[in-house]
């Protein structure tokens, strides 16, 4: 018998400080990375996929963002003074500017 599956894996990579497109507030929002990995008799082998994202901590309104925009989101932070920098944004809907540049 061999036994497999899946197992996931969260990983916080920032706290930065933005605008929430679904809430309006600023408030702090956490920078998340989950790793989906693939296991043999409970040994992880290999990531089977990975996923970024931020969710804010007032509502708790996630959003998904690209690999590139998450480096730039967490470069930011390490550059606004680590947990806690002030970095100014805004998320959400398509009528707001967003602040990973384009």
């Known amino acids: 018998m061999i036994i ?10 920032a706290i930065l400080t933005l605008v929430c497109g679904s809430c309006g507030n600023p408030a702090a929002h956490t920078l998340r990375k989950r ?9 992880p082998l290999f ?5 970024y994202m931020t969710q804010c901590t007032f509502c708790g309104a996630e959003q998904k ?4 925009q998450a480096d730039r989101l967490e470069a930011q ?3 606004g003074g680590g947990p806690g920098g002030q970095v100014g944004g805004q998320m959400g809907g398509q009528a707001r500017q967003q602040p990973y540049g384009s």
């Open 4 to 13: 497999f599956g899946t197992k996931g894996y969260l990983y916080q990579l």
């Open 35 to 43: 790793v989906t990995k693939f296991s043999l008799f409970f040994v």
């Open 47 to 51: 990531p089977v996929s990975t996923k």
């Open 65 to 68: 963002v690209t690999k590139e």
């Open 77 to 79: 932070s390490s550059a």
